[in-house]
């Protein structure tokens, strides 16, 4: 276990190393940016919705720092029902390819920053080829027109409380609206497991991009959950990073970032050298595992191997995951702020499979009169 911790955290060691020797704090952050990027082609099987490429935004306050003063006075800490949290967090955001769960991009700081905020400064990187899918907390309208603005397209979920008004209803259930001065299209999912889901998209055209495609689809936000698993779980095991000072964490991100891109681009690689399989089926875990004892038995370091899957492709490719199976997962929260907090009742105690899935479209509600003053009231007598 001690000499895995090692090589672990051998990426972060190395970047820290090269920046001090430089005396500047670029290359960890240079070596990212060479990895980030989409990395299937087009042709790979679910990374595209039509001519779409997909992908998402998510924030991720998960990752601990050391508890110092330098550490304290960049990050803050973030409250909790007792007070505040024991270690300061990071809150790191990221723009991945659903299909893939490779990083475009990725920005971090003070969880005091809003995930919109952060989530601007990678706008840059959307293109016209590109559907982005988003949570609720990303369905400000001023985002939103942002995002549009890149000319990529977006499908997004919207909070319960946003009333919109029904512009133009469509065969297939959705109807036409504004969100400010942008027109777009809303879905009302008929979902009742875990809250009503409707959604917001740009993609109008009803009979090109019907409502029940549209739903399904939006589940693939969830594969950059999976992303952040790999981050924080698989990649540092729960660890809290290493370094007391901000300059020192900012280099321990970027390695943590560049080592999981490169293992993202290695299984994509070999995956896709056999056609038609899907890049879900490709374990992390395997990919990391092959690159450690790579890095200890120092076999095949540098080689003059033809072979473009290479030897973490090749380990990959012996043990692919089954196909995906539609199931319910047991959402667990891997870091709790309290071990007493209740358990959501409207979900199972452990993962169950699911035998069939069933979609409806919703008509859209009617907006309820605003209530008078006096209606407001909880006595029958007049108010002043």
Not at 106 to 128: I, K, M, N, Q, S
Not at 213 to 241: D, F, K, N, P
Not at 313 to 335: D, E, M, Q
Not at 359 to 383: F, H, K, N, Y
Request: hydrophobic letters at 45%; proline letters at 6%; aromatic letters at 6%.
């Amino acid at each position: 276990m001690r000499i895995q911790s090692a090589i672990a955290s051998a990426v972060t060691t190395i970047t820290t190393t090269i920046t001090v020797a430089a005396g500047v704090f670029a290359p960890g952050h240079l070596v990212f940016e060479v990895l980030a990027g989409p990395v299937a082609q087009p042709r790979t099987p679910g990374v595209r919705f039509g001519r779409y490429r997909t992908v998402a935004f998510d924030g991720c306050t998960s990752i601990k720092v050391p508890d110092t003063a330098r550490n304290r006075a960049w990050l803050g800490k973030m409250k909790a029902a007792l007070g505040v949290t024991g270690y300061p967090a990071v809150e790191l955001m990221t723009l991945a390819e659903t299909g893939t769960r490779a990083l475009i991009g990725a920005v971090f700081g003070p969880p005091a920053t809003g995930e919109t905020d952060y989530a601007r400064r990678l706008l840059h990187l959307l293109t016209a080829g590109m559907l982005v899918l988003a949570d609720r907390g990303f369905d400000a309208g001023a985002f939103l027109a942002e995002v549009a603005a890149t000319r990529a397209q977006f499908l997004v979920r919207l909070t319960a409380t946003r009333r919109l008004a029904v512009l133009t209803r469509l065969d297939d259930g959705s109807f036409v609206s504004r969100i400010g001065e942008l027109t777009v299209r809303i879905i009302a999912d008929g979902t009742t497991y875990t809250g009503r889901y409707r959604l917001a998209t740009t993609l109008t055209d009803h009979r090109r991009y019907p409502a029940t495609a549209l739903i399904r689809l939006y589940h693939e936000r969830w594969e950059h959950e999976v992303a952040y698993l790999a981050l924080r779980h698989t990649l540092l095991t729960g660890r809290v990073l290493r370094s007391g000072d901000p300059a020192g964490l900012q280099q321990e991100m970027w390695a943590l970032l560049a080592l999981y891109q490169a293992l993202r681009r290695a299984m994509v690689t070999a995956v896709e050298t056999v056609p038609g399989t899907d890049p879900d089926r490709a374990s992390f875990t395997i990919a990391l595992e092959t690159a450690k004892q790579t890095l200890t038995a120092a076999e095949g370091v540098v080689t003059a191997d033809a072979d473009p899957t290479g030897r973490i492709g090749r380990a990959v490719l012996n043990a692919l995951l089954p196909p995906r199976r539609p199931r319910v997962s047991a959402r667990k929260v891997k870091s709790p702020l309290s071990r007493w907090n209740k358990a959501d009742p409207h979900r199972p105690a452990r993962s169950t499979a699911v035998t069939a899935l069933t979609i409806t479209v919703s008509d859209p509600q009617p907006r309820a009169q605003a209530a008078t003053r006096r209606d407001q009231c909880l006595t029958s007598a007049r108010g002043p």
